[in-house]
C-alpha cells in the first residue's frame, strides 16, 4: 500500500468470532485523515467512518458517522490545543436516533477531566428538532468563547503596563534564561507522554529515539556542552512509528529553546539525532 494508506485486518475463532478490517488515509502535509472500520461479530456488527480535518496548527475537527445494529449516530468532535502542547480541550456532540449528548474533556499533563452532559435521554422517545438545534448551539460555543477570550487575554496582556515595561527592560541574556527555563519545565512535564510512547513502539519495534540533542556541533560532530537534549520532545511526537515535527523553527518546539543571541557569531543550531 502507498505509505499514506495505512489497512489492518484482525480476526478470531472459536467462541468470540469476530473479524475487523480498518482502512486509513492520511495527508503527508498537513493533519487531515480519512479511517474506515468494519466489524463484524455474530449477530452484530458496526459499519463506521471517521474524517479528520486540521485547518491550522492546534485546532482539530472529527466528524464521525456510524451505522450499526443498534442504529445511526454521529460525533462531532472539535479539539483545540494551546502553544505550548500541554493543554487540550476536547467538545464532542454525541447524536443518535434517541439520545443526544454532550461531552467535555480536559487534558493536562496526562490528566483527564470529563464533564458529560445528557441533553436527551434514550427513555424519551426521538429527538425534537428545537433540542438538536440547541445542542448544535452548545457544542459550536465553547471553542469561540475560549478563543474570544484568549484573544481578550493576549490584548490586555499587552496593552499592560507592567508588561511593557518588563519587555523595555528585559535584556536578550535574561530573555534568553527564560526561555531556557521554560524549555526544560516542558521537558519534564512531557516525560511520562515520551516514555509511553517508548513503550508502544518498541512493543510493535517501531521507532524509538534514543538520543537527541539540539544545539551547536562542532567540526568533529561534538555537542557543544550547552546543547540541548532533546530526546524525550521528538519521542513525544512519534506517532504510528513516524515523527511529526512542524515547519516551524525548531528552537519554537515543544521542550526547545533558542542556544544564542540572535547578534552572537556563532554557529548555526542543528538537531542530532
Known sequence: LPRP????????????????????KTSLSCGHSARLNLNLQPGAGELGVKLKYKPVKGLSMKLIPSL???GWGVQAICTKGTSDGLTKLHWGLQVRARSLAL?????RCGLRFVLPLELWPEAAGPIPISELGLA???????PLIVRLLHGAFLALRALSPKAKAS???GSPVQDLAAEAAEAAEQRALIANEAARRRREEEACNGLVILSARYGCFSDNGSAS???????NPLMAKVKNSQLHISAAPKSSLLGFCRRSQPNEAAREPQ???
Open 103 to 107: 461531552r467535555l474533556t480536559l487534558c
Open 167 to 169: 519587555v523595555a527592560s
Open 5 to 24: 494508506l495505512r489497512a489492518s485486518l484482525a480476526g478470531s475463532i472459536g467462541s468470540e468470532r469476530h473479524l475487523s478490517l480498518s482502512l486509513t
Open 271 to 273: 538537531l542530532a539525532i
Open 68 to 70: 450499526s445494529h443498534q
Open 225 to 231: 556542552p550547552d546543547s540541548l537534549d532533546v530526546t
Open 136 to 142: 448544535l448551539l452548545l457544542w459550536a460555543a465553547p
